[in-house]
């Protein structure tokens, strides 16, 4: 009986011996192989470099009142950003040529002085406004508070500026302030608004824009992407001002599957 049992249990103890030894040394064999592909997953994503949103929808702005129109959804978008604590916005309109008359209409609306195209003048406490008269063909509207740039405003020479869009923008900052600066400097984001027609105007500005919206006439909408869109439907419903951060990553989600346009 005791012969019996002991050889029972030898091959048995040689069984899980061999098994175990199996396993350990499968173990050891795919652990290098493992860890080498970590390392190339960690390589790889080392030099991918980072994803910026070049263009981030398209807004059709068509027929009578369409400088409010871009009024109005534009200071959405800046009030929504502010709430966000993006640190600097930079808006360029390439549809703008002949500005220098609008500045002095700005000026004397906004009680600025009369060479405020040239000079840096105070419009309210802690508050200033600089516009500067650019040799490459445009201007910078710059607002700053203690040294810090609010926003910077690039027009392109044209024989339309939004005036309108101007005073908005001027207005819900100085009522923004106290909220934005609140915001610890360490949440803050920067990214850059681009309002162009198309990605070969911003490289003539020479921006590198991360966060893109596009306003311009466009005739239609079909054979644009679903992400474009989208994004115009929600300019244009009364439930904009309701727009969140998960709708702008639900967004830029549906961009990365998206062809880039505009060649870029």
């Known amino acids: ?37 970590s390392r190339m997953d960690t390589c790889r994503q080392k030099e991918q470099p980072k994803y910026q949103v070049k263009h981030l929808g398209i807004v059709r702005n ?5 400088e409010t129109s871009i009024c109005s959804n534009l ?20 549809q703008v040529v002949d500005w220098s008359s609008w500045v002095r209409i700005l000026c004397r609306v906004e009680n600025f002085a009369k060479d405020s195209c040239i000079l840096e003048t105070s419009s309210c406490s802690h508050l200033t406004c600089t516009v500067e008269n650019k040799s490459t063909g445009f201007f ?15 027009l392109l020479h044209s024989n339309d500026a939004h005036l309108s869009l101007i005073r908005g ?9 106290e909220e934005y600066q609140m915001i610890p400097i360490s949440s803050r984001k920067k990214y850059v608004l681009d309002f162009l ?14 966060l893109v919206v596009i306003f311009g006439n466009i005739p ?7 992400w474009e869109v989208r994004l115009s439907q929600i300019f244009f419903q009364p439930s904009f001002s309701s727009f969140t951060f998960r709708d702008l990553k639900e967004i830029v989600h549906m961009t990365l599957q998206t062809p880039k346009r505009f060649g870029t």
């Open 197 to 210: 027609n198309s990605g070969a105007e911003g490289a003539m500005i020479g921006c590198e824009p991360q």
């Open 62 to 66: 068509d027929g009578v009142g369409e």
């Open 140 to 154: 910078v509207l710059k607002l700053w508070n203690r040294n810090q740039t609010i926003f910077t405003l690039n």
């Open 75 to 94: 200071i959405n978008v800046i009030l929504w950003c502010l709430s966000l604590g993006i640190d600097t916005l930079t808006f360029v309109d390439s």
């Open 1 to 37: 009986m005791t012969l019996s049992l002991q050889t029972i249990r030898r091959p048995i103890a040689l069984l899980v011996y061999y098994i175990l030894y199996w396993i350990f040394f499968t173990v050891e064999y795919l652990k290098p192989l493992f860890y080498k592909q």
């Open 220 to 226: 239609s909408l079909v054979g644009f992407p679903a």
């Open 169 to 177: 923008i001027h207005h819900l900052v100085r009522t923004k302030l």
